[in-house]
């Protein structure tokens, strides 16, 4: 199976998924929205930044599915995610996600990057400052 995304948790709090490029299936698709819920396994705050920069136009049936995601998960998401950093480069992917948020809103911080290190940066300052507020 070709991944759809790769999600990278070495540097956690500080999640990277990366989008591949292929194709959305079924399988490829299941896969990327389980390792997205196993990001919320620690119970621990997080920042994620999705970098898009490869990715192709997902079906509207996967764009749906993602939203349901979203909204399933909702409760993860808002007690321990601490913004999302979108990068995306491209004009069609970032009008795709509008649609995704039209379907479910993104119910954290987030703001849409045209590079990674801009994107990386913003969601570690999401982090630096949820710990100045917990400490």
């Known amino acids: 199976m070709e991944p759809y995304a790769i ?8 999640v990277v998924v990366t989008f591949t490029g292929a194709k959305a299936t079924p399988t490829n698709f299941q896969y990327y929205l389980d390792e997205l819920r196993a990001n919320y396994d620690r119970e621990q705050p997080l920042a994620l ?14 764009q749906k599915k993602q939203g349901e995601w979203m909204r399933d998960h909702q409760g993860f998401i808002e007690m321990y995610c601490q913004g999302i950093a979108y990068v ?3 004009t069609v ?4 996600l509008k649609l995704i948020f039209k ?6 911080p987030n703001q849409v990057f045209s590079n990674r290190e801009e994107g990386t940066a ?8 949820d710990r100045h507020q917990v400490g």
């Open 7 to 14: 999600v990278n948790r070495d540097r956690f709090p500080l």
């Open 49 to 62: 930044v999705f970098d898009a920069a490869l990715a192709k136009v997902p079906g509207i049936a996967y």
């Open 88 to 90: 995306i480069p491209s």
């Open 93 to 96: 992917i970032r009008n795709v």
């Open 103 to 108: 379907i479910q809103r993104d119910p954290v």
């Open 122 to 129: 913003w969601a570690q300052a999401q982090l630096d400052a």
